[in-house]
Structure formats: C-alpha cells, structure tokens
C-alpha cells in the first residue's frame, strides 16, 4: 500500500503522452527496479491515441467503478480491435499505469491511474484471447532483458502467464531470475506465481513439464512454484510435490502445505507414494511440519495415519491435539469427543472388525440374498476403514438380482462422494425399476451438484457417458 | 494259558477305559464350549459396552448442539431416554459457574450401560474473534507477533509473563484467520490458532504457530458498513489541544497536527471522508459516559508516533469502520479518490479496526490493542496485535460454541 504513491509519482514521469503506441515504438522502460523508481513528476503531453486504443483506455478507467461489466463482457469488448490492441495492452502493463485522456469523450479522463488489480486482469484475460505464437514474438527476448529493465520482466512474466504453455516454463524462469541473480525480487515471485499457475490451469500437460524440468528449475524458483502449483489447485499438480518431497527436504512443509490445496491424484499410487513419504511427518517433535502434515495426510485420505493421529491427542501441543482432532474426524467421519481414550477404544474396535469380520461383510455383500446383503451393506456403512473397499464394490451391486440392494447400492455410493461411480449411475438411471432409476437419479444430482431430469440421454451428454451397454 | 479265558477276563477293561477316555473327551469339550461361550459373551459385552459408549457420545453432542441453540442441554431422562437406532442415551445437564455445564450422557444397548461426564465452556460469540482476520489473505513479516489479554483483568504489561525477549506474550488467544490463506514469514509469532478459510491453507513458519491451523468449517461473511447519515460541517484541522463534545459529527477530513491532542467525549458517532492523524498526535476518546464509533470513508493515515485509545484503555470504548476500498483503486483517480489506509510505525491503537473492502498494512512496530478485521491483512515485521479477549464475550447476537473442558467415564447414575 505505501508503495502506491512513489510508484504513481514514477510512472506519470514514464508514460510517452505524445503518441498512440500503436504509431511507435515502445520506449525504453524506466531503469530503476520496480519497487525503488520515484523520479520527479512531469506534465502530461497530451495525448494522441487511435480511436481503438482511446476506446481501450476509458473502458480501463470505468473498472474504478464498483458496479461494472462481468469480466468476459469487457473481454469481448477489448478483442474486438484483436492484436492491434497488444502493444497498448504491453504498455500498459510495463508502465502499471491507465494513462487520461485529456479531452471530453464523455467517458473519463483527468490523471494518470496507477493500474489496479482489476484492470491488470482484464488486460491480462483480454491477452489471453490472443494467439499464444503472436504474443510470444512480440516479447522482448529473455536473454536480452537485464536486471535493469524489471518493469518489462515484469510485464512479459505476465504476458507468457496468459498465453502461455508448459513448453513456455523455461522462458518464464529466465524472465523471473536472470542469469546472474541469485534471489527472486517480490514482486516478480507474485508475478512467477500467478503466471504458472495460469499456465497449469490452462495446459493439462503443464505439471508434466514441471515434473521434467526439476533438475534444471533454480532452487530459488522452486518455493514459487510450489505455492503457483496449489494456487492452480489441480490434481495433476500432486506429482510435481511427490518429486519435491523425494529430492527437495527443505521444501517439504511447503509442499505439505499445498497439497491442501491440489487435493487427491486420480493416481492411486501416486496417492499412496505421497502418503508413505508424509507419514514420517507425523512427528510432535517437529510441530511445524507435523501440523502440516496432519491437514496433507487428511487431504490424501490416510486411514494408516489414525494411530498416529490419535498418538498426537495426548500431546502436549495443544495445537497439534487439535489439529489431530480435527483430522480423525474428517477421515472417519465420526464426532467423537477429544477424549484420547475414547479414540484408542473406537480404533482397536474398527482394526479388529478389519481383521476379523470385513471378508466375511463382504463376501455377504455379495450375497444374493436380499437380507444377508442389506444387513452387510448396513455394516460396512459403518466403518471408515473399509470406505475405499466399499466405494470400488458398490459399483457390482447396481447389477444385483433384487431392487432393494440395487437402490441401497445408489444412495451409499452418493453418500460416499464415489464421483468415479457417476457412469454405472448413469446407465441405473434405465433401470427397470422405477425405485432404482429416482434412487439412481438423486444420487447423480448429489454427486455431480446438476439438476437434469430423470433422463438417460440428459445425463450421458452432461457427464460424456457413453450409452449403455448390455452388460448392466 | 487259555488264551479265550485271559480275552474274556480283559473285556470288561477295554470298555471301562473307553468310557473312561469317552468321559474325559466330553469334559474338555465341555470344557471348551464353556471357555467359548465366556469369551463370546465377553465379546459381545465389549461389542456392547463400545456401542452405549457410542451412544454417550451422540448423546454429548446432541447436547452441545441445544445449549449452542441456547437450550439447557438436557436430553430425555431415565425413563424415557432418546432412542438412537438399536441405542439410547439420555443427558443431564447442570449449570455451573462461569458459563461452565456439566453434561452427563447415559448410553444404553441391551444391558450395556456407559456413562460418560463432559464439562463445557461457553465460548464468546462476539464478532471480533481474532486479533487479525483478513477476507481473502493474511501475510505476517518476519518478527510479527500476535496474542490476547484481557483488559479488564489488568494492562496488557500486567499480563505479558510468558516466553521472554521478543517471545514475551501474554494470553494465548491470538488467532489469525482468513476465508482463503495464511501465509508467515520466517520468526512470526502466533499466540493462537491460525485458520484459514474451508479451501485455504497456512503456509511457512507453522513452528511459530501455539495454536491449531485446521480450516474453519465456513466462511465469515463481513457484513457491509453502514454510514450513518449526518450532514457534513467540512473540514476540521486540530492545531490546538481541543475537546469534541459527545454527539455526531460529519467532517469532510478531520486531521490532527503534530504533536496535538484531540479528546473526544463519548457517546459519539463521527463520520470522517478522510482522517488523518500526523506524526505523535494523539486522540483521546473519554468513555466514561459511552464509547466513540468512526466511520471513514476514505483515507485513513495514522503516521508515526500517533497514539489512540481511551482513558480507561479498553478497546471496546473505540471502534473504526472503514468503507475505504483501495484494492479497486490504489491510486489517483478523478471520481475516486485515493483510498489510503495506512498504519505506520510506532503508533499505537486501542480499538477495532473493520475494513471490509481494504487492504490493511500494519507497519513494522504498530501496536494494536483490540482486533482487526479487513480484506486483506498484511502485518509488517515486527508490529504487534494484542487480542483483548473481553472482545469476544460482548454479545452481539452471534451463535456461541462451547469448549470442552475435561471429560470421563463415570460410574452410572
């Protein structure tokens, strides 16, 4: 907030109010680093604009309004002119700054604006309408920027950010740190973080090529990336964290922090190869990693993590006690009081039904007798341990020989959250009996939060479901 | 020898040692069955046992739920317990001091009984909860601290007998907390919990944390503030140690020179465009006969050195509400002028800060005495937020919750 003024006072010294930039060349950008700049305050020349970029400018001087156009209605309106708008775009970014417009369009006009959050977002989005190859080209090289030149950094950071891809991460850390630098400037690790995780959000591929460019990532790039992977919070990016923690130590509360955040992998081992490497975390002795641990471990959905947990409810931390309450709860589902006891009872209760009765639950499951396979499936319901197994076998009971089963297998499957059974939910939606179709139909409402009609077809097109088979 | 003779005479041997052996086998299985059918009925005791305990359990929540609803938190009674599937509990509440209630919760299944006794505390439901909340983030600098007094116990010196050094804190209520994330710097001091918002994460110095770092389970919504509508006198300039009366007041920039004192006599109501407190004025709200709301709609700039608070020091006598919103405009604009909300070094509040369109910088050494809840909060190093717990028992309609205090198995009742 304090540098607001310095850097208003800076950039009204900066901006070229002679001409259109679309009429010149960009000049050359201030040479002080971003956050120090504060040269003496000149008159504005008054401006010379195209009438696209004056259209551009007072549009960018109306989101000082609180009430005003949704984001992609602005966006629509500044792809209109398309690319010639880019190098005003550019500018604009560089200089952090919506130059006046000096005479009456009835719109705006008087001072310079320092750039606010929201106007960069719109350039930024307006950018991002842009083909990715054109933008790129008109970037100045990375290897040509120099740590003299921080404002053009800066803006091209988030120029590649809107159009950019996985393959783009190489550019994006030479205009982050270049060559030479040994630390990351803040204001280009807010912008490295924003811009990656704009990249991770728009390329699939993009964890994949951070994955691949790890050995070569600089070590001060990688805390930044860490925070750009949660802030993306995709899934895809939990394989990038698992190789942190294998190869990074020091990094390892911050991963643990973003896993939070990206949430569980579709991988299944790659879950599991996360959980392992975590689970030494739970330690008291480490309470900062240990806290961490407990909210990643939960994220990850460790039921072997329990016994440790309820270990952490007779520490003497009472954050991590509380911390471990909270994580039994979210795993087992259970309201269970504090009490480390009663949390040491109910466990060796659950590990001995694990041991002792969960085949033969379900193998009744299983059963094609209705009250066996009911009274099973009320069982198992109960015990958070066998959730995971529950989940993949519930699917088998939507082909059960009684309705009942059929319809108990619907409504368990949504209160399980089984988003991975939405398909065999799709297809019950043509069950034969009418209970099991409704039963079929709440459950994909619940666990995809749509409102369709109870209709096959609605369903299939909405969740890419392919038409069932005769198998079912 | 006459082999049939010796024969006839051994037979009678033969089946006394068969029944004999046939006797002892039916002993052990007895036995056995006997062995089985204990350990089974010790079984199903257990499984049993566990099931009332269960049952208690639902029963304490049950109750903790009606006294957060405002309830006694009784639930049914011995003759007509509350059934729970194949259970039931029943739960005798008793109130005791200090907003303390004893729960007692019988769980029953078959013979099995369990009894289990919880004594909870009303926690405060009053709506500043935290030394710093911040709507979408909080970030602390290096050497930033939080923690909490209670200023009708005493000054906050009086209670700062933790840790030492630059670790000497006094209450652990601290709490930070965010609808999205926390994020510390390395050496931060959180005497408290520091939750961030249901998808948000705390990240850095988790070490420094004495507290809990779960999620909360919703979001806080900031309600909008309200200005109070009073006619505006203009500007007013403080150059002379002056006294504003009680009532309502509307200045265009109310601003207090160096070195000046401006006292204001509660209760008053008064709404400032721009506020402005320059280097070491001070601004004094006597609270004697109610407290001093402002309401700033602009600028808010406490330069180096300022000093706000009340005779008595409470900060409950004290209260800012910002409409100030510097995210949407950072700079100079001709419909909007700039927002400046700005806390520098050295001074020194007691009060609340509500902002809910600002992003609030604490500069390094700012000392604050209440709460502040903003935005955005970035607290710079070194700056201290000391959470003055009375905050949190001024009912202000909210939902109160209740901490658990001990909890045992206790014979039944």
Known sequence: MKLARPLALALLSALPMGAGVGAQQPPAAAPAPVETAAPAVLPPAPPAWTAEERSAIALLRELRKKERLGDEELCARLAVAGERLFPLFSQLLERRAIPPLADATGLAGGEVQVLSEVQEHVILLAIANLEREFVLARLPGAAALTPAEPRQRLAAIGCVGAVGRGNDFPLLFELALAPGESEVARPFASGLRRAAASILRRDERAAEQLVTLRRITPRALLPILVAAVGEARSPRGLAYLSELVAWNDDLVVEVMSQVCQVGRSSDEALNDTMRVRLRPYLDEESPGACRAAVRALTTLGDLDSIGALVTLLGSEDAGLRENALWALRELTGLKLSASQETWARWHQAELAWYLRSKSRDFQHLRSNDLAESASALRELRTHPLARAELRTTLPELLRHRWPAMRAQACSTLAELGASEAVPRLVWSLEDSDKDVARAAHDALRKLTGENLPLDASCWQVATHTQPRGTEL | ?413
């Not at chain 2, 089946?15 to 056995?32: D, N, Q």
């Not at chain 2, 059934?83 to 008793?94: H, I």
């Not at chain 2, 520098?344 to 609340?352: C, E, K, Q, R």
């Open chain 2, 1 to 413: 020898m006459d082999v049939r003779r010796i024969l006839g005479r051994e037979s009678g041997s033969t089946l006394v040692i068969v029944a004999l052996l046939m006797a002892a086998v039916a002993t052990l299985s007895l036995s056995f069955l006997a062995v089985l059918r204990s350990s089974q009925q010790e079984s199903e005791g257990s499984r049993e046992n566990l099931s009332a305990l269960y049952a208690c359990e639902a029963g304490l929540t049950a109750a903790v739920e009606q006294l957060t609803r405002g309830g006694t938190g009784a639930i049914g009674n011995k003759y007509q317990p509350q059934e729970y599937g194949e259970q039931s509990y029943y739960v005798q509440a008793t109130p005791m001091s200090d907003g303390r209630t004893a729960l007692v919760s019988v769980g029953r299944d078959d013979d099995a009984r369990m009894a289990v006794e919880m004594v909870v505390q009303r926690r405060p439901s009053g709506f500043f909860r935290w030394a710093a909340f911040g709507d979408e983030w909080v970030h602390m600098d290096s050497n930033s601290r939080t923690d909490s007094y209670e200023s009708d116990a005493g000054t906050y010196l009086s209670q700062q007998v933790n840790g030492s050094g630059s670790n000497a804190h006094a209450n652990s209520e601290g709490d930070v907390a965010s609808n999205g994330n926390i994020s510390m710097d390395s050496n931060i001091g959180v005497y408290g919990d520091a939750n961030p918002g249901p998808g948000g994460v705390v990240t850095g110095d988790l070490g420094n944390i004495s507290g809990a770092t779960t999620p909360m389970p919703n979001s806080v919504d900031l309600p909008d503030v309200i200005v109070p509508s009073i006619p505006n006198t203009g500007n007013k300039t403080v150059t002379l140690n002056e006294s504003l009366s009680s009532g309502s007041y509307h200045f265009n920039t109310l601003q207090i020179n160096n070195n000046k004192t401006l006292t204001v006599n509660g209760p008053a109501t008064i709404v400032c465009e721009n506020m402005k407190l320059k280097a070491s004025s001070n601004l004094v709200v006597n609270a004697s006969s109610g407290p001093v709301e402002f309401f700033i709609v602009n600028d808010f700039v406490m330069n180096s050195g300022t000093t706000i608070s009340s005779t008595s020091k409470s900060p409950l006598d004290v209260s800012f509400s910002l409409l100030s919103d510097n995210v949407l405009d950072p700079g100079v604009d001709i419909n909007f002028d700039e927002d400046l909300v700005d806390f520098d070094s050295n001074a020194v509040l007691y009060g609340t800060i509500f902002a809910p369109s600002a992003e609030v910088t604490i500069d390094s050494n700012f000392e604050l005495f209440g709460a502040l809840v903003a935005r955005r909060v970035d607290l710079d190093s070194n700056c201290r937020i000391h959470y003055d717990e009375v905050l949190a028992t001024v009912d202000d309609g909210g939902e109160a919750t209740y901490e658990t205090l001990c909890w045992r198995v206790v014979t039944q009742p």
